[in-house]
C-alpha cells in the first residue's frame, strides 16, 4: 500500500503562488494532482507518465507545473497566477505503471486546502 502525503496548501490572494508537494512511500512513475471544489466533481488538474511527460487541465495550463523527483519520491505541483476559481482540496495520486502505461489511480493522499481569495 502506497501512502501519499501532501502539504504546501494555504490561503492566498488572487494572483499568488502556492507549491503543494507531495511525498510518496513508494516509487510510482504515475503520479498526479487532482482537485475538488464543494459541490463540484473531482478533476485531474496535472499528470507525469513514466516516460516524464507531463499533461495538464486547460484551466490551468501556463500558470501551473508539476514536477517529480524520483529519487526522493516526492511530486510538486508549482502553482502561479492563482485564481479564486483555483480554490479547492487538492489531492496527490499515484497510480501503478503497466508497461509505458499508467494503470487507473488507486493511491490517494489525504488532501491539502488551497484557498485564494479575491
Known amino acids: 500500500q502506497v501512502q501519499l502525503v501532501e502539504s504546501g496548501g494555504g490561503s492566498v490572494q488572487a494572483g499568488g503562488s502556492l507549491r503543494l508537494s507531495c511525498v510518496a512511500s513508494?516509487?510510482?512513475?504515475?503520479m498526479g494532482w487532482f482537485r475538488q471544489a464543494p459541490g463540484k466533481e473531482r478533476e485531474e488538474v496535472a499528470g507525469v507518465k513514466r516516460d516524464g511527460s507531463t499533461s495538464y487541465a486547460d484551466s490551468v495550463k501556463g500558470r501551473f507545473t508539476i514536477s517529480k523527483d524520483s529519487n526522493t519520491n516526492i511530486l510538486w505541483l508549482q502553482m502561479n497566477s492563482l485564481k479564486p476559481e483555483d480554490t479547492a482540496m487538492y489531492y496527490c495520486a499515484a497510480a501503478d505503471a503497466l508497461g509505458p502505461f499508467c494503470r487507473k489511480y488507486t493511491y490517494w493522499g489525504q488532501g491539502t486546502q488551497v484557498t485564494v481569495s479575491s
Open positions: 513508494e516509487r510510482r512513475y504515475c
